[in-house]
């Protein structure tokens, strides 16, 4: 884990009405999307937060907790769980959540959507490396993905944004702040939102 602090935020509040069931625990490589993210990003934040909303208690069922399926809510050291009670506003408002939750201590966030499980434990690593700048984005032959760094000098501007705001708009204000970071990962654009998308996924590396 990196010497300075770096909290993670994981986004898993959403309805997936696209995916007709929570996008959360779909299966990836034997572990649901969730326990992937938070097995990958537990090892280099703390702490790891995730962010639920639509069907909370039963993501949180379903969460294998490194393979204990029958384990209490409360045995996953791993992470911390915030509900947004305000989910259906939009994804600005289950952000915003999450980044209440980050400690006085964390220097930055890793930030990432619970329907980006494919990302490799070497690009969360260069995300992480020091030094870091103000935003650090992950780019694979030209195309930006997830999980993005920033730092929390930004938090404030995030906690900002109105209702309707996206938090693209904080990131397109400190462009000459960003640094991409060219990954041979094409799992930082993986963004599963249908069923088409997760046949395409599990194909590939199921």
């Not at 962010?51 to 791993?78: C, E, M, T, W």
């Not at 904080?170 to 930082?188: A, M, R, W």
Request: charged residues 20%.
């Amino acid at each position: 884990m990196s010497a300075v602090s770096a909290a993670g935020v994981i986004l898993a509040a959403g309805e997936s009405r696209r995916m007709g069931s929570p996008k959360a625990l779909l299966r990836y490589r034997g572990q649901t999307f969730l326990d992937t993210l938070i097995s990958l990003f537990a090892p280099r934040c703390s702490p790891v937060i995730v962010v639920l909303g639509a069907d909370a208690d039963k993501i949180r069922r379903g969460l294998s907790f490194n393979g204990a399926p029958d384990a209490p809510l409360d045995a996953a050291p791993q992470a911390t769980f915030v509900i947004n009670p305000d989910y259906r506003t939009g994804q600005t408002s289950s952000m915003q959540c999450g980044l209440r939750a980050v400690p006085a201590s964390a220097e930055g966030v890793l930030f990432t959507l619970a329907d980006h499980p494919a990302v490799a434990a070497s690009t969360i690593d260069a995300l992480a490396a020091q030094p870091r700048p103000l935003i650090r984005v992950p780019r694979f032959e030209g195309r930006r993905g997830h999980p993005v760094w920033f730092s929390r000098a930004l938090i404030a501007e995030f906690l900002a944004l109105p209702a309707n705001g996206a938090a693209r708009d904080v990131v397109y204000s400190h462009t000459d702040e960003t640094e991409y970071l060219d990954v041979n990962d094409p799992g930082i654009l993986a963004d599963i939102d249908d069923p088409a998308a997760y046949r395409e996924l599990i194909g590939a590396g199921a």
